[in-house]
């Protein structure tokens, strides 16, 4: 397999000098090229994956990265390698691993794409595919060649020669090949390495070898192909009917009258604490606080031989949160007790039951059972003191000081809220928030940006429903701030990189209905502290049509002109031609030199448009 494919190298000068070539490389040292890769947490956009699949062919770009991905490529000789084995046989596993996922990646789309009215349902359905790449990764080592320690042997030893004859080709063309015949090996090594550590990281350089390798993992694509054809094709659809069972099961829609939704609190008090929980470091018990004129302090115990890791914090959102949303629609009274059971919290979550044997449910894992009694654990131990906070019972403000705990249990999934809550669950003080599923669904460390802007918004766009200001710009730095992220100042491209591809991601998912910046301009992230500008950019995040239907019976009556009879046809025409066209409330306001905010009363007829503005509408409607 491996000899074949050099002749994809194959220049005027190696056919010319080809065995002049060869004879250079047995002088050459022997060495490894190491690749360093960065940790890549962002979330599959399986479509864009599959697009370039079908339109470019390749393997290994799939990512839109230059060989393997994006990374640095070091040359290490095996010299200094046996000095190290261990560390950079690690590294070399690394890479391994990368390669293997997108062969996986590049299977499941073969498979895919021979089913091609199940494609787009599939490509969309991002949770089987996320558990269809595990699969096909396990498929692959078990069951096939990938898993030979030979195999990648081999690889290494091909990857290493065409390396070498590569860099040989230019170095003939720069230096001579005369020239190069007269050195001594020592010399010739060190003008070798020379321009391998020129060109090691050159992008033209790198997509003429990632061409090459790229054949090479088409090949390996094939044959496994030919010999899993049958049970890839099996497993994909098992995955399948497995997901539509888990969905039909998962049904909460009788939790709330909006559709994917579900109503948590939204007092000041419940969005702190949620900030709070974000923030838990292992070893630390207490934590103060103050937001507003809310002034107070939070106190837990944390379960035994139970570590803060990245995940538990946003765990321990997601479970609060489903507690509450099952308590508001359960509960007929303010100090009732209720049940919810361990399977609707991880249903609520999105967790789908493993398999048994002959096709049969195997039910949760134990671990994904052990990690939700500890967050319960961790719940029913926190106890919330207030300083100060205000009630608003008669339009009148008056301290409040209360203690308690912040959920009662009767036993393990038997509860209520805590008595702290008790003056927000009733009268003027009773303020609720619809909270996207997608809060729940999102992984909790890939899609940790998704899951908490979730969150901030829903908790914003319930503050704003009042005055129906949901169009107010929002800094970068109080976004990222809101979900626990700093600026990577290294590099800020990668902050921003993963804000906006989450963005897209609320976008894609329904969660918003677009975003764009206000004052953001794209020649300014050049230079050394392009970041700080960028953290002071403002975005419009527009909320989708549901949050806009529910609230509107929220919005405070305004002094406008009350509307005329005859604007209702131009409201309904104007709604019906943005809706078409597939625009956004705040990209027809663009497009129409108006607020995003006054083209949503227009559509909704709760406004007079000026003559000026009446033209201009019946205008943008004919275009």
């Known amino acids: 397999m491996s000899k074949n494919h ?4 194959i220049s005027p000068t190696f056919e010319k000098f080809g065995p002049e070539l060869a004879k250079l490389r047995a002088r050459i040292d022997p060495f490894y090229a190491l690749f360093m890769f960065e940790q890549d947490a962002q979330p599959y956009d399986y479509v864009k994956l599959f697009d370039t699949y079908q339109s470019l062919g390749t393997i290994l770009k799939l990512d839109e990265e230059k060989i393997f991905h994006t990374s640095k490529i ?15 046989f690690q590294l070399r596993v690394r890479a391994r691993e990368r390669v293997i996922e997108k062969l996986a990646k590049s299977i499941i789309f073969y498979v895919v794409e021979q089913q091609q009215k199940l494609n787009v349902a599939m490509l969309q359905d991002r949770h089987l595919l996320d558990d269809s790449l595990d699969i096909t990764k396990k498929v692959l080592k078990k069951w096939t060649f990938i898993g030979e320690e030979e195999t990648w042997n081999t690889f290494t030893t091909w990857y290493n020669d065409m390396l070498t004859m590569a860099i040989l080709e230019d170095v003939v063309v720069e230096e001579g090949l005369n020239s190069l015949k007269k050195l001594s090996d020592e010399a010739l090594n060190e003008l070798f390495f020379a321009y391998m550590n020129d060109v090691s990281n050159n992008a033209l350089f790198i997509d003429k070898v990632s061409l090459i390798v790229d054949q090479y993992i088409k090949d390996w694509q094939e044959n496994i192909i030919r010999i899993l054809k049958k049970d890839l094709q099996v497993y994909i659809e098992l995955e399948k009917s497995v997901t539509q069972t888990m969905q039909k099961e ?23 604490i949620r900030e709070i929980l974000y923030q838990l470091k292992d070893g630390q018990t207490s ?35 489903i507690l509450c949303g099952f308590y508001l629609h359960n509960s007929k009274q303010l100090d009732e007790t209720i049940t ?67 959920l009662v249990f009767e036993q393990p999934y038997r509860y209520k809220l805590g008595p702290i809550f008790a003056h927000y669950l009733s009268g003027t003080q009773r303020q609720l928030a619809l909270l996207p599923f997608h809060a729940f669904n999102y992984h909790l460390y890939r899609f940790r940006y998704e899951k908490q802007l979730c969150r901030y918004l ?24 809101a979900i626990g992220e700093t600026l990577n100042r290294r590099s800020p491209t990668r902050t921003r990189e993963r804000f906006e591809k989450a963005l897209d991601q609320l976008t894609t998912d329904g969660v918003i209905a677009g975003w764009h910046y206000t004052n953001w301009q794209e020649e300014a992230a050049v230079g050394k502290g392009w970041g700080n500008y960028w953290l002071n950019a403002s975005v419009i995040i527009e909320p989708p049509q549901a949050i806009l239907d529910t609230y509107r019976s929220l919005e405070k009556q305004r002094n406008v002109l009350p509307a005329k009879k005859d604007n209702t046809a131009l409201a309904q025409q104007l709604a019906e031609f943005r809706k078409k066209r597939q625009l956004t409330l705040a990209q027809a306001a663009e497009m129409l030199h108006l607020s995003a905010a006054y083209v949503s009363q227009l559509e909704r007829n709760l406004v007079n448009p000026s003559l000026k503005v009446r033209k201009r509408l019946e205008r943008w409607i004919l275009s």
Request: aromatic share 10%.
């Open 287 to 321: 934590y103060a606080f103050q937001k507003g004129k809310t002034k107070g302090s939070l106190s837990f115990v944390l379960p035994e031989n139970v570590l803060v890791d990245a995940t538990l914090p946003i765990l321990a959102v997601d479970v609060l949160d």
């Open 458 to 481: 829903s908790w914003r766009w319930r503050t704003q429903a009042s005055q129906a200001n949901y169009w107010q710009p929002n800094k970068v730095a109080t976004l990222l701030e």
């Open 340 to 406: 919810v059971r361990l399977a609707d919290i991880l249903m609520m979550r999105d967790i789908k039951q493993k398999l048994g044997g002959e096709g049969r449910r195997g039910g949760y894992e134990a671990k994904q059972k052990q990690q939700i009694e500890e967050v319960l654990q961790l719940l029913a131990s926190i106890h919330v003191e207030i300083e100060r906070t205000m009630s608003y019972h008669t339009n009148q403000l008056a301290p409040l000081k209360t203690a308690g705990p912040l």
């Open 6 to 9: 050099l002749s994809l190298s």
């Open 74 to 88: 070091f040359i290490v000789k095996a010299c200094s390698y046996k000095e190290n084995e261990a560390l950079f």
């Open 250 to 272: 998962r049904d909460f829609s009788k939790l709330t009258t909006v559709p994917n939704y579900m109503y948590v609190m939204n007092n000041t008090l419940y969005q702190v």
